[in-house]
């Protein structure tokens, strides 16, 4: 079984039809500003100019989200400070955690964090991005089938895996 983030509304990943897929949550990406930054946000709302970006390499999945999302353009644009980059979504939410920039986090990994002032979301600005959180799994396989029919909200969920599995997986386990 495979769990990723996909960008709402855009195609699925490349799969053939041996690959069963559900959404599991949706989430979103919001930009962030952490550390001293948080402090020096202007009057009217906006980021100073010479903070630094904190951003996902360009060839990366969120990525090419963040630069195909209009307000996120908008948003870099505006900053004149260093780019520092991660692949890793924790990564990128630490640096920002610890005052290194602003930019895009998977809100189900700051909010915690917004909501404590640790992070200052700035979604009502330069807006945020939908994401899904999806599951794939292998047709030939019965569990991970038996999950996405389990999240699709089938029925027949029980002729394909164990009935312990099934169990288990109905009660959260």
């Avoid at 559900?22 to 952490?34: F, S």
Wanted: net charge neutral; with cysteine.
């Amino acid at each position: 079984m495979l769990l990723c983030y996909e960008a709402r509304n855009m195609p699925s990943l490349p799969f053939n039809e041996r690959v069963g897929r559900a959404v599991w949550r949706r989430d979103t990406l919001i930009p962030v500003v952490g550390g001293s930054w948080r402090y020096r946000i202007g009057e009217d709302g906006q980021l100073p100019k010479d903070i630094p970006y904190v951003a996902y390499p360009a060839d990366s999945h969120f990525g090419q989200l963040v630069e195909a999302f209009g307000p996120a353009q908008n948003a870099a644009e505006g900053i004149s400070g260093p780019r520092i980059e991660s692949a890793f979504s924790v990564g990128v939410l630490e640096m920002i955690k610890s005052g290194l920039g602003f930019g895009w986090t998977p809100h189900a990994l700051a909010y915690r964090l917004v909501a404590s002032g640790s992070l200052v979301s700035f979604a009502h600005v330069h807006g945020c991005i939908p994401l899904d959180i999806s599951v794939f799994a292998w047709s030939d396989d019965p569990n991970g089938i038996a999950v996405i029919d389990l999240l699709k909200g089938s029925r027949q969920a029980r002729d394909h895996a164990p009935t312990r599995l099934t169990a288990d997986l109905r009660n959260g386990a």
